[in-house]
């Protein structure tokens, strides 16, 4: 598994974009995929169940299977707790030489038994990871794939100009290099949000934001400034998804104190919350 990781697969060029691309889940992500597509000339459908529009230029479905009806390419951005049902409501509908891409946050494991799923019925699946806030680049965000469609979907997307870099033919090794790169990016966070919440208590914040921003590079105050927006903003899902790496970890024998940590603040964090 481990040679094959980080591995940019592109092989010929002659996969084209599919004629239609099913968004399945139009949250901040879904909805910027789905728009960005459309705005690239993609034929795009889109099924949220709590919706009530899509992105101009997209076509609205009236369920699952009508979105992925005819489509080449399946995009599942409904969130880890209903990526199953998702999955299990589009492959009976789905075109038996399309690619389902699971793009939602879970553990390698639950990624595994979605492929599994998948083969069964004769689809190709991919792992995707994404790796960075979908808002801040949009379409133009960074992915891991990995699974039985991971070559054919970094074709695909690298005809519309989207990074991706495969990881090999096996599902859940992308979830768990995200898994990895959580474990470092939200103790990060958490570690700059708690040294900026002390200093503001004795009115050095404006210093302390400058030192943590120098040590980080030319990107650092951009950094520091999205950490202190986004931590709390997004701490129920990111304390979800550290508490997912916090289990890859613990079934590696590797011991997580600092994730605990990280896990801690987090949901300190969305207590606090007054929504």
């Not at 889940?25 to 459309?38: F, N, P, R, T, V």
């Not at 639950?110 to 599994?116: F, G, M, R």
């Not at 960074?142 to 090999?168: D, H, M, N, W, Y």
């Not at 890859?248 to 606090?272: C, K, N, Q, R």
Request: hydrophobic letters at 50%; charged letters at 20%; one cysteine or more.
């Amino acid at each position: 598994m481990r040679d094959t990781i980080l591995s940019t697969i592109l092989g010929p060029m002659e996969a084209a974009v599919p004629l239609r691309i099913a968004v399945l889940g139009l949250g901040e992500a879904g909805s910027i995929y789905a728009a960005d597509l459309a705005r690239q000339g993609v034929s795009v459908t889109a099924f949220d169940v709590a919706a009530t529009a899509v992105p101009p230029g997209v076509d609205p479905a009236a369920d699952i299977p009508e979105a992925v009806r005819r489509a080449g390419l399946v995009l599942s951005l409904v969130g880890g707790r209903a990526s199953g049902a998702a999955l299990e409501e589009a492959l009976p509908a789905m075109e038996r030489t399309g690619i389902f891409a699971d793009m939602n946050t879970s553990g390698p494991s639950q990624k595994q038994e979605l492929a599994k799923q998948a083969d069964g019925k004769g689809i190709l699946f991919a792992d995707v990871a994404i790796l960075a806030p979908v808002p801040r680049a949009r379409i133009k965000t960074p992915l891991v794939l990995s699974g039985t469609g991971a070559v054919g979907l970094l074709r695909i997307l690298s005809q519309l100009g989207i990074a991706a870099t495969s990881a090999g033919d096996r599902a859940g090794v992308a979830a768990e290099l995200k898994m990895l790169r959580s474990v470092f990016m939200k103790g990060l966070a958490a570690t700059v949000l708690e040294s900026v919440t002390a200093a503001r208590a004795v009115g050095a914040e404006e210093w302390v934001v400058d030192q943590i921003a120098s040590e980080l590079g030319p990107d650092g105050p951009g950094l520091v400034a999205r950490i202190l927006e986004g931590m709390p903003a997004h701490s129920v899902r990111r304390e979800t998804e550290m508490r997912e790496a916090c289990s890859f970890l613990e079934s590696l024998g590797v011991a997580h104190p600092m994730t605990d940590g990280a896990i801690e603040w987090l949901h300190s964090l969305s207590e606090s919350d007054p929504t």
